[in-house]
């Protein structure tokens, strides 16, 4: 699940011109897939667990509160930096952001193969499906965000071994102790949500032309299509 984060090394054999004109597509499908991810995974499993209660909410608040303040220190760091640094604050978030998720998939998954192994490949093969859009959507950002290519790459990929993490986590603990992750599902939703609709959705709708608009448009509901078909199954 971690390698998946080298998708993104196909754009290390693009020239630049091939890669700035798919780079503001890749953002785009990136938000469909993370807001995706949010309504139709992360949510539903919260409140499957938890109930439809305020508290729920309060955790998807949660996360859009803290990103908001990550990003404004982010924004006021980046300022006030000595050094020149043309990485875009929200990269970083999107960096956190994908850390923490796939950390949370790997409990997830990770506690699915402890039940039954087949159940846990099943699982593993949906969430891939859904990690390969955005992994390159996430890697697509970074690179325009101001990221060079391979360091983009590496980062993708350090992000990407929380999820070792996670299963590992789960492994070592599940006979000690009762892991609940509910919570950080929706305080993770949260993150996703913000990040989307503040970080991505403003980089995507300032073409002039009409055709890129559409295309950008096309690509944000294929991001949500997906990961809408991928909760169905």
């Known amino acids: 699940m971690s390698a998946i984060a080298l998708s993104g090394s196909i754009a290390l054999i693009l020239k630049k011109e091939a890669l700035d004109k798919i780079l503001l597509v890749l953002v785009a499908l990136a938000a469909g897939s993370l807001i995706g ?16 209660t305020r508290s729920v909410f309060v955790c998807v608040a949660l996360g859009l509160l803290v990103f908001l303040a990550l990003e404004q220190f982010m924004h006021w760091h980046h300022c006030h930096r000595e050094t020149v640094d043309h990485k ?11 850390a923490l998720h796939n950390f949370l998939g790997g409990l997830a998954i990770g506690g699915v193969f402890l039940v039954d192994i087949q159940l846990g490949i099943t699982a593993w093969i949906a969430a891939a499906m ?7 959507g ?11 290519k391979r360091k983009a790459l590496l980062f993708n990929l ?4 929380t999820f070792l993490l996670g299963g590992m986590t789960v492994y070592f603990t599940s006979t000690h102790f009762d892991i609940n992750t509910d919570y950080l599902i929706a305080f993770g939703a949260g993150n996703f949500i913000y990040i989307g609709a503040s970080d991505l959705i403003p980089q995507i709708n300032k073409e002039e032309t009409m055709i890129n608009n559409l295309a ?13 078909v991928l909760s169905l199954l």
């Not at 996430?138 to 060079?148: M, Q, R, S």
């Open 138 to 148: 996430d890697f697509g950002v970074l690179v325009h965000g101001g990221w060079e």
């Open 158 to 161: 350090l992000s990407g071994l």
């Open 88 to 98: 875009e604050p929200s990269t970083y978030l999107i960096l956190i952001a994908d």
């Open 216 to 228: 950008h448009y096309a690509a944000f509901a294929i991001g949500m299509a997906l990961l809408y």
């Open 37 to 52: 991810g949010a309504l139709f995974h992360m949510l539903p499993i919260a409140i499957r667990e938890i109930g439809n």
């Open 130 to 136: 859904h990690e390969v859009p955005q992994e390159l």
